[in-house]
């Protein structure tokens, strides 16, 4: 891809495992890239590795904020051709050990900051020629019920809802809205789980492949789903799961 025809991409939750590797990817492709995150050091080390043409360290639960970014790139970069939001938390506990407080923060992690970035690029690219993509990461427990999963189980679905209602209220502008729907991921964020040898164990065991994800298998399938020769695929979950969400090995 050349400078000429570089595309425009912003991705909310960049310094994580995921984010990181899906910045990188598309920096590598040429594209210009907005990246935040809440590590002001974090965001500042990864802008300068990919060159992204904006950055900004803030607290993405702040929908005011979320919104201001969006608007601040689609101004100097004079149009957006994909978002993603690659921002996320793990909570593993069953709902009567699950407080108030941890459901809500939950939900305002995963959920809310989804909601933001849909209304902040959906008033941007319906304007736009060819519209753009919208990528929301979802996960595997969304499909099934999976033991202490409440809480990120009704936050994970509610992605997949938010994402299937505006693919039917912005198709015809031709902004598209999908969803990657993650198994375990090696990642920063999961390192709890899979650095632990019991449920590390238990939780491959799940995987019919027998295996966890990498963060660049989740980001290749994010990336295509960005390009715009994908311009016919909407309203779509893609699963990179290791087969958790569908199959049943044992």
């Given at each position: 891809?050349?400078?000429?025809?570089?595309?425009?991409?912003?991705?909310?939750?960049?310094?994580?495992?995921?984010?990181?590797?899906?910045?990188?990817?598309?920096?590598?492709?040429?594209?210009?890239?907005?990246?935040?995150?809440?590590?002001?050091?974090?965001?500042?080390?990864?802008?300068?590795?990919?060159?992204?043409?904006?950055?900004?360290?803030?607290?993405?639960?702040?929908?005011?904020?979320?919104?201001?970014?969006?608007?601040?790139?689609?101004?100097?970069?004079?149009?957006?051709?994909?978002?993603?939001?690659?921002?996320?938390?793990?909570?593993?506990?069953?709902?009567?050990?699950?407080?108030s407080d941890e459901f809500?923060?939950?939900?305002?992690?995963?959920?809310?900051?989804?909601?933001?970035?849909?209304?902040?690029?959906?008033?941007?690219?319906?304007?736009?020629?060819?519209?753009?993509?919208?990528?929301?990461?979802?996960?595997?427990?969304?499909?099934?019920?999976?033991a202490a999963h409440e809480?990120?189980?009704?936050?994970?679905?509610?992605?997949?809802?938010?994402?299937?209602?505006?693919?039917?209220?912005?198709?015809?502008?031709?902004?598209?809205?999908?969803?990657?729907?993650?198994?375990?991921?090696?990642?920063?964020?999961?390192?709890?789980?899979?650095?632990?040898?019991?449920?590390?164990?238990?939780?491959?065991?799940?995987?019919?492949?027998?295996?966890?994800?990498?963060?660049?298998?989740?980001?290749?399938?994010?990336?295509?789903?960005l390009e715009p020769e994908?311009?016919?695929?909407?309203?779509?979950?893609?699963?990179?799961?290791?087969?958790?969400?569908?199959?049943?090995?044992?």
């Open positions: 891809m050349s400078a000429h025809n570089a595309r425009n991409y912003l991705i909310l939750g960049a310094t994580g495992g995921i984010g990181s590797s899906l910045a990188k990817r598309l920096a590598d492709a040429g594209a210009a890239l907005a990246i935040a995150g809440r590590d002001e050091s974090k965001v500042g080390q990864l802008a300068s590795e990919v060159g992204a043409a904006h950055h900004e360290a803030f607290d993405a639960t702040d929908h005011d904020g979320v919104v201001a970014f969006v608007d601040a790139f689609a101004k100097s970069a004079g149009r957006i051709d994909g978002v993603v939001n690659c921002i996320g938390s793990l909570l593993l506990k069953p709902a009567h050990a699950t407080s809500r923060q939950t939900v305002t992690t995963n959920l809310f900051t989804a909601f933001s970035l849909v209304h902040g690029s959906a008033k941007h690219m319906m304007k736009q020629d060819e519209g753009g993509s919208v990528v929301l990461l979802s996960s595997a427990v969304y499909r099934h019920g999976y809480a990120i189980a009704a936050s994970k679905a509610g992605i997949v809802g938010l994402s299937l209602s505006a693919a039917a209220s912005y198709a015809s502008r031709g902004v598209r809205f999908n969803c990657v729907a993650p198994g375990l991921t090696e990642t920063p964020l999961t390192q709890r789980v899979t650095s632990n040898d019991a449920t590390r164990k238990a939780s491959l065991d799940m995987h019919a492949d027998g295996s966890f994800g990498t963060p660049a298998q989740v980001a290749s399938a994010i990336a295509w789903l994908q311009s016919h695929v909407t309203g779509q979950v893609i699963a990179v799961d290791g087969g958790l969400g569908s199959v049943r090995s044992k």
